[in-house]
């Protein structure tokens, strides 16, 4: 299973609504986890099966989709949100991932 | 509360073979599958295998035909091969905990996430 993501960058303020697309190339029910890479660190769980909140990870982040279109959405941009986002199917091996997402904040 | 804490030589030459462990600290490794990751230099992530702590494995056909994992609960430590290698081995690689739930919605549906991961070793390789 091929995932793509949209934009592969994105620049915004702080306070800002983003949100980031990812799509399947087949159907993955809701099977979707969402990672945020800070540079020099390992990724860190933010969502799975598509919008269940990993425990400890701030209410503003938050997943939506089902079947092959998914977004995750920050409600209101912080500066500690500069990172680079993935997305991975969990629907069968190899757990794929999409290319990242890279949000800068201006 | 659980960490992984790996190892592993970290400059290898073309068709040489990585070898990387994995210690999982805090918790039992048992019960749970774990995962390698690999992130080549200013690349994404790419999902290497897993591995169950009763040594079942899945690979990612892509590297199939190189890759060994293993699994010694009395250590609680998991380890990754990687034989052949070439430059394009080159990359930052991670351990991770593979978590699950069970979710009830219409029918029950396991899923799957990387819940927990090591902080990554560099491998290099270069002539």
């Known amino acids: 299973i091929q995932m793509s993501q949209s934009p592969s960058s994105l620049s915004a303020s702080v306070g800002d609504r983003v949100t980031i697309t990812c799509r399947a190339s087949?159907?993955?029910?809701?099977?979707l986890n969402w990672y945020q890479q800070k540079p020099g660190k390992a990724p860190n769980l933010l969502i799975y099966?598509?919008?269940t909140l990993q425990r400890g990870v701030p209410p503003r982040f938050s997943g939506s989709g089902s079947g092959t279109d998914f977004t995750l959405t920050i409600s209101s941009l912080l500066p500690e949100d500069s990172a680079t986002y993935y997305c991975q199917q969990s629907y069968n091996t190899p757990r794929t991932f999409g290319q990242g997402t890279k949000v800068e904040i201006k | 509360q659980v960490q992984l804490q790996q190892w592993g030589a970290g400059l290898l030459g073309p068709s040489e073979t990585l070898s990387l462990t994995c210690g999982v600290y805090g918790e039992s490794l048992s019960g749970y599958s774990w995962t390698w990751i690999r992130q080549p230099p200013g690349k994404g992530l790419e999902w290497i295998g897993e591995i169950s702590w009763r040594g079942n494995t899945n690979f990612n056909p892509s590297l199939k035909s190189r890759v060994t994992m293993s699994v010694d609960t009395s250590k609680q430590q998991f380890s990754l091969e990687l034989s052949s290698l070439t430059a394009a081995d080159t990359a930052l690689y991670y351990c991770?905990?593979?978590?699950?739930?069970?979710?009830?919605?219409?029918?029950?549906?396991?899923?799957?996430?990387?819940?927990?991961w090591g902080t990554g070793t560099t491998v290099t390789v270069s002539s």
């Open positions: 087949q159907r993955i029910s809701n099977y």
């Open positions: 991770a905990r593979r978590g699950n739930i069970m979710i009830v919605e219409d029918m029950p549906r396991d899923y799957y996430y990387m819940d927990v």
């Open positions: 099966a598509a919008s």
